[in-house]
């Protein structure tokens, strides 16, 4: 087979990545690349094929699992995620009857509600405990 041949299939596996999930048909694209190289050397067909099928084995066994723990980020949170836990001030009375209550969070200002549903002062210190929507829901930090 032609080295052209190789590099048509590994160009259009390439463009079928875009339709998958998974990078695995890219490195199989990859090694019929590599295959092409490689025709250039090695005129007879079924050798081809068999680097063909070593390159492919090679290849996925040694960047699949690179290119799946680069694109896994476990445990990482989300802005609201980071939230819960900080302690942030009272800017506005807390009261759930009232259905008032302000908290600042960096440059932000939350809607605040209380979790035990007490009134706690403007200024107080509080711990954001959970969040709903744009609410958060917060517990008087104890002195």
Do not use: C, H
Not at 85 to 96: A, C, L, M, Y
């Amino acid at each position: 087979m032609s080295w052209y041949f190789w590099v048509i299939i590994g160009v259009v596996l390439l463009i079928m990545e875009i339709f998958t999930a998974g990078f695995f048909v890219a490195l199989i694209g990859v090694a019929a690349l590599l295959t092409a190289i490689s025709s250039l050397f090695v005129k007879v067909l079924w050798l081809q094929l068999l680097i063909f099928t070593i390159l492919s084995i090679l290849v996925v066994w040694i960047f699949l699992p690179l290119v799946k723990k680069s694109f896994t980020k476990e445990g990482t949170d989300t802005n609201q995620d980071a939230m819960i836990g900080k302690r942030v001030k009272v800017t506005e009375e807390i009261d759930n009857e009232k259905d008032k209550g302000y908290v600042k969070y960096y440059a932000d200002y939350f809607p605040a509600r209380s979790v035990r549903g007490t009134v706690i002062p403007a200024g107080r210190e509080v711990v954001i405990r959970r969040i709903e929507g744009i609410r958060v829901f917060v517990e008087e930090v104890e002195n």
